[in-house]
């Protein structure tokens, strides 16, 4: 057996280099991760560029934050301190090689450094991300394949307009009706938070925290707390969730139509390979690589409803902490978040793009 | 837009004998005609909620029985939290004010922002677009790099950013309706320059242009005249989801509490936000009705935006039943023409 598989490792080894060899010459996939990690860095300084000259347009962070509360002459002080009274472009090129080295500055009104916000807030932002994915997933796949099954038909149009409803309502809103049903009136589910005070004080004193509460409630290996954070993230979950969903209900429903439409399912259907067969099998799996390649771009929305999404359930992640810093005027906070998304909005497309280039050659340069 | 490119050449194929007048080859009505079943259900629908919208908006001034900043009638002040009640048909808010005089004024605020919005993207998106498709060059590949950066990047917080540079985060009537229309306008110019561009690329490259260049025509002149002309055919598509992105975004900057100051319009994000609290104790007047109204107009705006999509796309559209097929072959085949017919036109001008 073992000598077996020894043979056939070399070979298998020579086979692939051939074939990465020849994927080369035609632009492979190592050298499309390349250019397109490349590509990230216009990006990123775009964006951070974009924002730095626009909120320095208002004038200097500090007297937007504490203009009233301080005198003039201290106001001063603290702009000089802080360095907002040199030219502006020696404060842009200090501020990008700040960035360069990983640092986002340092908020005026509780004087955190942002990366340490980062990591305090991303975990929770992460999980509602990561649950509102699932709930999408779940909701949005199957409805698609199903519209499209009954394409034109009345559940169809159903289907469509549940699609058009779950996107025309905003987050915040569909957040408190979803809060008035199940927390007020059916009083089943918490209103709001991500765990009652009971389980977070269970959940402080355990060795290795990391932030996502389901972990670390498993950890704590006791059900009550455990059930209590679940409960906690229904409600935002499926707020953000079902928004996203919506986009993926209409993306699956056009591509697997648009695949049904192709020579190859007709040829299926010809042999007699039945419609619900058709629908689940041939057209499914093609249809799913645009959708792949969409789910970057839905990393943006997913950003924007988590901000609300979070303001409307005090859901304790980045989106809420930017909600509170936007409402204590503090900009240098606001700016040094905003750059942090720019720079994870572009990871997540690189490695969603990659990820569509694995699955689809025809994606690579 | 369209009607118009398409008039000069809809005029000779009106020797043939079917009766179209202009009444039903405009935009939407054209569509209407063409649509069957659900679609046209589907598109119908839509247009009656944006109409209730739009007149509810227009003529707030005589629908809403009070001011959307008054507290207090001759019989004196209206109560905060007051449950519905004939004087008061869908309560009072938190703040006193009456929730159905706020969400007709409400309707205004957002119709007023949508239309500001979009033309500032119409026009800025579609000049940048134009320049860089039929310019090229350096320009081109540097505005491509922007707007894909703006493109991926969450609009919201954009949209935010903007607010701040604008107003600082609060402002007036008109100052704060420009400055959520300009916050919006920034984040959907790149989805005009992107449509607007690659059709650019496309149509300079058509053989009218070339022979547009061979008669001496001037760059502008070939740009506006010829490129800008036949290029124009789904804005109407991007039109109407920018719209109903437009009345969401600005609600959005309301909740988070950038939007527009209460005194000086009604916005519906803001008075979502300050229905929160109400929430959590059972009034649920102040929080249904504000909601509701995002919903539906932003509903009933992009059920007529999914409709035209479908119908402008052949293989999306519903046909009529086999034995109206002469008929329904006819009149389906028009919109696949728009292309040439468009080309055609804008190389007879």
Same mark, same amino acid.
């Given at each position: 057996?073992?000598?077996?598989?020894? +043979?056939?490792?070399?070979?298998?080894?020579?086979?692939?280099?051939?074939?990465?060899?020849?994927?080369?010459?035609?632009?492979?996939?190592?050298?499309?991760?390349?250019?397109?990690?490349?590509?990230?860095?216009?990006?990123?300084?775009?964006?951070?560029?974009?924002?730095?000259?626009?909120?320095?347009?208002?004038?200097?962070?500090?007297? $937007? $934050?504490?203009?009233?509360?301080?005198?003039?002459?201290?106001?001063?002080?603290?702009?000089?301190?802080?360095? =907002?009274?040199?030219?502006?472009?020696?404060? =842009?090129?200090?501020?990008?090689?700040?960035?360069?080295?990983?640092?986002?500055?340092?908020?005026?009104?509780?004087?955190?450094?942002?990366?340490?916000?980062?990591?305090?807030?991303?975990?929770?932002?992460?999980?509602?991300?990561?649950? $509102?994915?699932?709930?999408?997933?779940?909701?949005?796949?199957?409805?698609?394949?199903?519209?499209?099954?009954?394409?034109?038909?009345?559940?169809?149009?159903?289907?469509? *307009?549940?699609?058009?409803?779950?996107? $025309?309502?905003?987050?915040?809103?569909?957040?408190?009706?979803?809060?008035?049903?199940?927390?007020?009136?059916?009083?089943?589910?918490?209103?709001?938070?991500?765990?009652?005070?009971?389980?977070?004080?269970?959940?402080?004193?355990?060795?290795?925290?990391?932030?996502? =509460?389901?972990?670390?409630?498993?950890?704590?290996?006791?059900?009550?707390?455990?059930?209590?954070?679940?409960?906690?993230?229904?409600?935002?979950?499926?707020?953000?969730?079902?928004?996203?969903?919506?986009?993926?209900?209409?993306?699956?429903?056009?591509?697997?139509?648009?695949?049904?439409?192709?020579? =190859?399912?007709?040829?299926?259907?010809?042999?007699?390979?039945?419609?619900?067969?058709? *629908?689940?099998?041939?057209?499914?799996?093609?249809?799913?690589?645009?959708?792949?390649?969409?789910?970057?771009?839905?990393?943006?929305?997913?950003?924007?409803?988590?901000?609300?999404?979070?303001?409307?359930?005090?859901?304790?992640?980045?989106?809420?902490?930017?909600?509170?810093?936007?409402?204590?005027?503090?900009? *240098?906070?606001? +700016?040094?978040?905003?750059?942090?998304?720019?720079?994870?909005?572009?990871?997540?497309?690189?490695?969603?793009?990659?990820?569509?280039?694995?699955?689809?050659?025809?994606?690579?340069? | 837009?369209?009607?118009?490119?398409?008039?000069?050449?809809?005029?000779? &194929?009106?020797?043939?004998?079917?009766?179209?007048?202009?009444?039903? &080859?405009?935009?939407?009505?054209?569509?209407? &005609?063409?649509?069957?079943?659900?679609?046209?259900?589907?598109?119908?629908?839509?247009?009656?909620?944006?109409?209730?919208?739009?007149?509810?908006?227009?003529?707030?001034?005589?629908?809403?029985?009070?001011?959307?900043?008054?507290?207090?009638?001759?019989?004196?002040?209206?109560?905060?939290?007051?449950?519905?009640?004939?004087?008061?048909?869908?309560? !009072?808010?938190?703040?006193?004010?009456?929730?159905?005089?706020?969400?007709?004024?409400?309707?205004?605020?957002?119709?007023?922002?949508?239309?500001?919005?979009?033309?500032?993207?119409?026009?800025?998106?579609?000049?940048?677009?134009?320049?860089?498709?039929?310019?090229?060059?350096?320009?081109?590949?540097?505005?491509?790099?922007?707007?894909?950066?703006?493109?991926?990047?969450?609009?919201?917080?954009?949209?935010?950013?903007?607010?701040?540079?604008?107003?600082?985060?609060?402002? %007036?009537?008109?100052?704060?309706?420009?400055?959520?229309?300009?916050?919006?306008?920034?984040?959907?110019?790149?989805?005009?320059?992107?449509?607007?561009?690659?059709?650019?690329?496309?149509?300079?490259?058509?053989?009218?242009?070339? %022979?547009?260049?061979?008669?001496?025509?001037? !760059?502008?002149?070939?740009?506006?005249?010829?490129?800008?002309?036949?290029?124009?055919? !789904?804005?109407?598509?991007?039109?109407?989801?920018?719209?109903?992105?437009?009345?969401?975004?600005?609600?959005?900057?309301?909740?988070?509490?950038?939007?527009?100051?209460?005194?000086?319009?009604?916005?519906?994000?803001?008075?979502?936000?300050?229905?929160?609290?109400?929430?959590?104790?059972?009034?649920?007047?102040?929080?249904?009705?504000?909601?509701?109204?995002?919903?539906?107009?932003?509903?009933?705006?992009?059920?007529?935006?999914?409709?035209?999509?479908?119908?402008?796309?052949?293989?999306? &559209?519903?046909?009529?039943?086999?034995?109206?097929?002469?008929?329904?072959?006819?009149?389906?085949?028009?919109?696949?023409?728009?292309?040439?017919?468009?080309?055609?036109?804008?190389?007879?001008?």
């Amino acid at each position: 057996m073992s000598s077996l598989t020894a +043979q056939a490792a070399p070979e298998t080894a020579a086979e692939s280099t051939t074939s990465f060899k020849k994927q080369r010459t035609g632009g492979g996939l190592g050298r499309y991760i390349v250019v397109r990690f490349l590509l990230i860095i216009p990006t990123i300084f775009i964006l951070v560029t974009l924002v730095f000259f626009l909120m320095r347009l208002t004038g200097d962070p500090i007297t $937007a $934050a504490l203009g009233g509360r301080l005198s003039g002459s201290q106001l001063h002080e603290r702009i000089h301190a802080a360095g =907002y009274d040199r030219p502006i472009l020696v404060q =842009y090129f200090e501020y990008l090689g700040q960035i360069a080295t990983g640092n986002f500055g340092t908020s005026i009104s509780d004087n955190r450094p942002i990366t340490t916000i980062l990591v305090t807030y991303g975990a929770a932002t992460l999980e509602l991300a990561f649950y $509102a994915l699932i709930v999408a997933f779940i909701v949005g796949i199957p409805l698609g394949m199903l519209a499209a099954y009954f394409r034109d038909k009345g559940q169809d149009a159903a289907l469509r *307009v549940f699609a058009i409803l779950c996107y $025309a309502t905003p987050v915040f809103f569909a957040g408190i009706l979803l809060k008035l049903i199940f927390s007020v009136w059916l009083n089943v589910l918490p209103v709001a938070g991500r765990a009652s005070t009971g389980s977070e004080f269970e959940m402080q004193d355990l060795p290795n925290k990391t932030g996502f =509460y389901l972990i670390d409630a498993f950890q704590t290996g006791d059900p009550a707390v455990i059930s209590d954070v679940l409960l906690h993230a229904v409600l935002p979950a499926l707020t953000l969730g079902l928004l996203t969903a919506g986009i993926f209900l209409r993306l699956v429903r056009t591509n697997v139509i648009g695949t049904l439409n192709t020579d =190859y399912v007709d040829a299926a259907r010809s042999r007699g390979v039945s419609e619900y067969r058709l *629908v689940r099998k041939h057209a499914y799996k093609p249809a799913l690589i645009p959708i792949i390649t969409v789910i970057g771009l839905q990393i943006a929305l997913l950003l924007s409803g988590a901000v609300l999404t979070e303001s409307t359930f005090e859901w304790k992640g980045l989106g809420f902490q930017l909600a509170q810093y936007l409402g204590a005027r503090d900009f *240098v906070a606001v +700016q040094g978040i905003v750059a942090l998304l720019a720079v994870i909005v572009a990871l997540t497309n690189f490695v969603v793009d990659v990820a569509a280039a694995i699955i689809d050659p025809r994606v690579r340069y | 837009m369209s009607a118009e490119t398409q008039r000069p050449e809809t005029k000779p &194929r009106m020797q043939e004998p079917r009766k179209q007048s202009l009444l039903a &080859r405009l935009p939407v009505v054209h569509q209407l &005609r063409q649509s069957v079943g659900l679609q046209r259900g589907m598109l119908i629908a839509g247009l009656i909620i944006t109409a209730v919208y739009v007149i509810s908006a227009v003529f707030a001034q005589w629908i809403a029985p009070y001011g959307f900043a008054q507290l207090r009638n001759a019989s004196g002040p209206f109560g905060s939290q007051q449950p519905p009640s004939p004087s008061h048909i869908w309560g !009072t808010t938190v703040g006193g004010y009456d929730v159905f005089s706020r969400v007709i004024w409400g309707a205004q605020t957002a119709l007023e922002v949508m239309v500001v919005a979009i033309i500032l993207s119409i026009f800025i998106g579609v000049f940048l677009g134009l320049m860089s498709g039929y310019l090229g060059g350096w320009l081109d590949r540097i505005l491509v790099v922007i707007a894909d950066a703006i493109y991926a990047f969450p609009s919201l917080l954009l949209a935010i950013v903007m607010s701040i540079v604008i107003s600082g985060g609060q402002s %007036s009537l008109w100052g704060g309706i420009f400055a959520a229309a300009i916050s919006i306008t920034v984040v959907y110019i790149p989805q005009y320059f992107r449509v607007i561009r690659s059709e650019a690329v496309r149509i300079k490259n058509e053989a009218f242009v070339e %022979s547009a260049m061979v008669i001496g025509a001037s !760059t502008p002149r070939i740009m506006f005249r010829h490129v800008l002309r036949n290029s124009t055919r !789904t804005l109407p598509l991007i039109f109407t989801l920018n719209a109903s992105e437009a009345v969401l975004t600005l609600a959005g900057l309301g909740f988070l509490g950038f939007g527009i100051e209460p005194t000086a319009a009604a916005e519906w994000g803001y008075d979502l936000n300050k229905s929160l609290s109400d929430v959590t104790s059972g009034i649920w007047w102040t929080a249904i009705f504000p909601g509701l109204a995002i919903v539906l107009s932003v509903l009933g705006v992009t059920l007529v935006g999914e409709s035209l999509n479908d119908l402008a796309d052949p293989r999306l &559209r519903g046909r009529r039943a086999v034995a109206a097929a002469p008929v329904a072959a006819a009149s389906d085949s028009e919109p696949v023409d728009v292309a040439p017919v468009a080309a055609k036109s804008g190389d007879s001008q």
